[in-house]
């Protein structure tokens, strides 16, 4: 079976960081997508990660452990446009995408 | 141009009808997706394209039927649809598969459907 999962809501603070946890059990894995998505608009793509370790992106980084089935998104200097849902996605070697339910993040001032 | 449309935008439709959404790209991109969300739930997969030709279909029930006419353009025919397939309805593209290196998808802002 798979299995795919990350906490349903945080909370943080306006200039503060916040990290992000999914994890999954899968066969077949291949990487793990990040999206951010607003209320009422299609997601966003972040980040793709298929090897270990730590890709950072601006004020976004995801690091990966396959061998742990282990992901986490980390926001630094949380902007109030920053609240929105982020989607932890696992990509499997048929190409084939399931989502997990996504963590609903919001910023305090 | 980063933008993957879609139309329309909001489509209420009775049981009976038969209807058509459309979704466009003019990325160059090869692979072309149809995913359904409900409220307050995550994507969930429908159909792969990949060079105008079905890639993967998620056993979706066939009062959905996708076509993908070239390799800018994409719809997804309704018939018969009941009430709880009532969801916004989001496409997206890829330059190509995952396994060809395709790993970012740009959606379009979906369709919201409403089955009566």
């Known amino acids: 079976g798979q299995n795919i999962d990350q906490p349903t809501e945080m909370t943080a603070t306006e200039g503060a960081i916040v990290q992000i946890n999914c994890t999954y059990q899968?066969?077949?894995?291949?990487?793990l997508f990040w999206y951010q998505q607003h209320a009422g608009e299609a997601p966003t793509f972040l980040s793709y990660?298929?090897?270990?370790g730590l890709e950072e992106k601006g004020r976004f980084s995801s690091f990966l452990s396959r061998s742990k089935g282990y992901s986490y998104l980390l926001l630094k200097e949380l902007q109030m446009k920053d609240s929105a849902s982020y989607l932890c996605?696992?990509?499997?070697?048929?190409?084939?995408?399931?989502f997990g339910k996504g963590t609903r993040l919001h910023i305090l001032p | 141009d980063t933008e993957v449309t879609q139309t329309p935008k909001h489509l209420v439709m009775g049981m009976t009808n038969k209807k058509s959404l459309k979704c466009e790209q003019h990325?160059?991109?090869?692979?072309m997706y149809w995913y359904k969300q409900k409220a307050k739930k995550p994507p969930e997969l429908m159909f792969v394209?990949?060079?105008?030709?079905?890639?993967i279909n998620e056993s979706v029930p066939s009062r959905f039927s996708p076509e993908c006419p070239n390799s800018s353009l994409l719809n997804l025919h309704l018939h018969a649809l009941q009430p709880e397939d009532s969801a916004l309805y989001l496409c997206?593209?890829?330059?190509?598969?995952?396994?060809?290196?395709?790993?970012?998808?740009?959606f379009g802002p979906g369709t919201r459907l409403t089955v009566t």
């Open positions: 997206a593209s890829s330059q190509d598969l995952l396994d060809r290196g395709g790993y970012e998808q740009y």
């Open positions: 899968t066969s077949g894995f291949n990487g």
């Open positions: 990660n298929v090897l270990d």
């Open positions: 996605a696992v990509s499997h070697r048929d190409d084939k995408i399931i």
């Open positions: 990325m160059g991109h090869r692979a």
């Open positions: 394209y990949s060079y105008e030709k079905l890639s």
